[in-house]
């Protein structure tokens, strides 16, 4: 990996508007290349997802273009595919090879003095460990996390990130104003509000809200777990935040619960990524937009095996943010409003998070309805469904 190749990201993925450009950069430290498997040959049921060239956003006549096939992708399923973001694949290489750097290159001791505490805190900060969440009969999860402020510098880090935290935050801030604000500004348009209705709700000043960045890395269970899980590594469920954004990799594992009730794959597209509607903009739209169900499963024959490394940024609006929804919207004045609980009852984003986050994953056992999901209350009336 050529130096040139390192420096590029921290120079020009934040966009030409950054003050960094005027600022001199240090050459990035190195970081071990994490080697991207081969994409399965599986003949798989492939989730067929709209295509979004976010680039379109920089003018206001592309964004207003924009608007219709994002509302439709996100009221149908909540999931569409984003191309264009300011990234090129070598920056997505680098970001990949800093994601793996949390799992190699820190000690388990060290892992432990940096585990995060979500069921009490009501946030991620730090590790999620092996073995936190329990899928089903007995079986935990084989995943380890590693979670961070999206204004990274706010928490303390091991050793071996700290070299990394500057292009950490580059990478924070692409995400933030080339993925997020112009797709809170689409959605905020197809409900036929202000254009700055939802950004307005996401202010990322570091006090008011915690969207966090994430690496990911799920290990294969034994051949035993995997038959006691049904082959389910993270049980299906919809997302706490706002917005989730996924960087694709090419480990096929995501599946997505189509509206006929079944599972769909998600098929990698290089350098793209995966957005999806969480219970926030579910709720603040009224159930317009839809929050989308998902899970990862065993992967296909092929990729077996093998550890699956994912990045995400997770976006939540800001703390006190009310989740009622928005009723001043004419499209919801005009199809109706499909409420979780009486507006004077919404949660704000704060509760809503703590809430979720003390629950999910505990051993105790849920009633199943006949469907096979799973119904738990979470707070003021408001249930959070899980799915196998």
Known sequence: MDMHRLVSFTLHSLGSNTSLHSMPVPTPPFAAHHARPQTTTTDLKWAELPIIDISKARTGQGLAELVPAVRDAMHTNGFMYVINHGLNPQQNDRIFDIADIPFTDVPDAEKKDFEATPRESGYWKGYKLRRFFHIDNGVHDQIEMYSAHHVVEMQEHPEAIQPFLPEMSAFVKTNIDHVVDPILRILALGLELPEDALTNLHQFDGASGRSWLRFQKYYPYTKEDGEKAGDVWLKGHTDSTCLSVLWSQPISALQIKASNGEWRWVRHIENALIVNIGDGIEMLSGGFYKAAIHRVVQPPPDQRGLERLTVFFFVVADKDVKLAPL??????????????CADEDAP?????????????????????????????????????????
Do not use: C, F
Not at 327 to 340: D, M, T, Y
Not at 370 to 382: V, Y
């Open 348 to 388: 704000t984003m704060a509760e809503w998070m703590h809430a979720r986050l003390r629950t999910y994953g505990n051993a105790m056992p849920l009633a199943k309805n006949a469907d096979g999901t799973e119904a738990e209350e979470m707070m003021r009336g408001i249930q959070a469904m899980y799915y196998n």
């Open 327 to 340: 009723i001043q919207s004419p499209v919801l004045q005009r199809v109706g409003i499909a409420r979780k």
